[in-house]
């Protein structure tokens, strides 16, 4: 018996390590059906385009980040912490926004999804410096602009030793505290 859910789930798990090896254009819609068990056409009959299957994949992504590795405001060096250690057990997930940016270009042209978790992360920012938690003196926007970037800028996790990354986590906490504090 077919299982929809299933199959989309096999395809966008198989879209996700395609697009991050390879990027948009080098994604291969054939390899990506073989790795899922399926035929191409499901890709198409899913998400209609290899560029509405990227999509779904990023997200996918930002449901997961957003679920995983909720925002908390009132703790941006904490945030930045766990950003840190999701993106060293998720490595292809910078990967693949690279290949968005190289790719598509303008980051601001985002899905929906991606929008809405920006806003909400952006409008708790705000309610932190309006409550005098966090500094007010950097605009929220790029406040939080800061911390995710920081939290992201070690991309070759892997070549770490868990005591290198542990002291890459402590300066990036303590980078985060000073910068967000009041």
């Keep these: 018996m077919r299982n929809p859910e299933e199959t989309r789930r096999r395809l966008l798990e198989a879209a996700t390590a395609e697009f991050a090896a390879y990027g948009i254009a080098g994604a291969r819609v054939d390899r990506i059906a073989d790795s899922a068990g399926c035929n191409k056409q499901s890709i198409y009959g899913y998400f209609g385009t290899k ?29 930045a912490g766990r ?36 806003a909400n992360k952006r409008e708790k920012v705000r309610e932190a410096q309006q409550a005098g ?30 005591g290198e990354r542990s002291t890459l986590r402590a300066a990036l906490v303590e980078a985060v505290r000073r910068l967000v504090a009041p």
């Design 133 to 162: 938690v966090i500094t007010s003196a950097i605009p929220g926007d790029q406040l939080l602009g800061f911390v995710t970037r920081l939290a992201s800028t070690q991309i070759d996790y892997c070549s770490l030793d868990s």
């Design 51 to 79: 560029d509405g299957l990227f999509e779904a994949v990023l997200d996918a992504i930002v449901a997961r980040a957003v679920s995983e590795v909720p925002v908390d405001a009132h703790d941006l060096p904490g945030y």
């Design 83 to 118: 950003v840190f250690d999701w993106y060293g057990e998720h490595p292809e997930v910078l990967r693949l926004w690279n290949w968005m940016q190289l790719e598509q270009g303008d980051p601001k042209q985002m899905s929906e999804a991606m929008a809405a978790a920006g």
